[in-house]
């Protein structure tokens, strides 16, 4: 370990008291400089004192008030900034908890616990960000609370040894104590820039009536954006490199952080819409920029990332190995699906197939699946017979009818969602480790708002040939259902969720799958295969545009 | 007179040092023992798993009754085992066992595509990975702890109150590190 706990706590105490007295001192100079520009415009100090056409510094007493001033707003800054950090900062970039029912993230989840274990038991939060891109974050509050997150692209691109190093980088961060003072820094920051953008927006309203104070104003923000482009700089280059020495102690595997790296700079590694005035908190600066990867004293003072070649090549060091095998090794890289692969087929055979069930001392039937599982007397051992067949076999040795007895056990009591087609109850299943609720009649799904991105990032289903002509002729007959949309609105379907009436649209226009999209709670009523095919065209999309389809 | 107040002042002295060697002795102890009931709760959530699994996967694989039964022997010893050397070979033993078990389950293609089993897999790969890392911070410790019993000053304060060294939780093959690592 780099430092001894003490040591942490005195440095970390070290860094935020820097960044108070910064704080204080920055407020000071700004208000200093508009007791100079008042003062000398419109000249009231120099009248008092008889001398005109003087540039004047202000009075001792004026800046007594000036630094009374400063120290109420920095404390009241510091204050707002810093109370509920992390919630703030997560809502800024659109982090999520992670979702219990959810695959992936039971897995996120049990990762970060086990890197928690191996950092001694301090308790770590997994978060989500749903997001396209590869890239992950740390934050940490005074109370010692703290939070390692990743985005959706990075869970389901790299292998469960390559996140734990991503997550074991994080943690480094966090054990080894920059974490906090990142975080002050970054909220810290933050208000700035909001400020400064909501006076502008204000500053464009009042254009015209000539408010020469809010120009004033505007010119001091802006001297104010800057210096908080500043604060960004007390967060050094080699707490990455140190992060990433501690994840090593950890995962003892600096090859899997090596393949986390390169793959995560080579793929797009923003996170989404947020981020260049939060950079400092992720592994990897979401707005690559080429100061980055230069060295010397300018880039390490302005850049918050050290360049990846260097930080690939120190980890490739510890493994023995040299850049062209780790590439090569890359080639080949697969990672295994933490769901269960299954292909969409266009039939379901078991929809059509009924069976017979002895029950009460005789033969009942036939009754279909869906009929079987509102059957709450039936158990596995119970005696079946397939349609169409003389075999008797119990329950639990159909394979089709295994699936009654594993799933939704106790839920009987549990709020009824219903299909909007078929006005049965709807089941809880995972789709690609999404939790969806499936019609087992239609085998329509509901997808739930913020589930269908999942469900598009991940891409563990494979397509049959029948769903991947159905998108093909989707995406180049575009021109003519697009034609057709538009000319009138359809509001046929109940919302299983909030019973509203849903419109039935495209996707997006770019994908023409139409759905039914409730606007009350931002759920979408899939029909069967329709959320496959809009799968199968977002993970083609780069294939399609080659083509010229798109 | 002065000899005196040189003597009380060494005597003060060397009972401040012995003082602080020895708290920083029982501070080091205390986190060996924190990280020993780290291990303890993992092996624990290992031992409570195991019984789910194997009635996952009974259904589908009724010609591996020896394998899963063996599972089940492995698991109870070491529940049973006490000393932390018996405890680790135990644990080493039910590591061995799930090995084999997770090759089996691997021949058999409707458990890959069950996604309980799948669940209870990544469950135990979990919880496989959180003993070695506990197991690794708890070898740390332990080795910091040794040490500074070992090395001067701290031997001799360590003698004379009896602190003795402590036990690493030992594994057996070096390629162990990586749990069991399943893939379907």
Redesign the interface.
Known sequence: MPYSFIEIEEKKTKVIGFLFVFIILFYFLTAYLILIVLENTSGFSCVAEGVRGCFALPSWQHTLAALAVALIIGLLHWWTSTSNLIDKICGLIGALPVDPKD?YH??LK??V???S?????RPLEAWVLPSVSMNAFALEDFNGRAVIGVTEGLLTRLS?SQI?AVVGHEAGHIISGDCLSTTVTCALAEIYEEGSTHLALGLKRRRGRGSGVLVLVYIILAIMRFFSSLIRYFISRQREYRADAVAVR?T?DPLSLAEALKLISSNWRGSGAQGERLQSIFIMNPVPSALDEKEGVFSDMFSTHPPIKNRIGILLNMAHLDEKSLEENLKNFKR?S?????ETKMEGPDLDRQWFVFMGQQWQGPFAVSELKNMPALTPEDWVRPQGSESVIHA?ED?AL?GLF?KDAGSGDKEKFLCPHCKVSLEEV?YEGAPVLKCNYCQGVFVEEGKVSRILIRQDKHFSVEIARLGKTLISEKQKFQAKQGTDNVWVFDCPACLRKMLRQFFVYSYPVEVDRCAYCGGTWFDKYELDILQYLFENKEIFFKQGLT | MIILLILLAAILLIAGWFFTTYNSLVALKVRVENAWSQIDVQLKRRHDLIPNLVEAVKGYMSYEKDTLERVIKARNQAIDASSIKDKAQAENFLSSTLKSLFAVVERYPDLKANQNVLKLQEELTSTENKISFARQYYNDEVGRFNTQIQIVPGNIVAGAVGFAQRDFFQIEDKTEKEAPQVKF
Do not use: D
Request: charged share 25%; net charge negative; proline share 4%.
């Open positions: 695959t039971q897995y049990n990762i616990e086990e890197v274990v191996a950092i001694g038991g469960r734990e950890l003892r295994a933490p769901v269960a692969e299954i639990y394979k295994l594993s995972t």
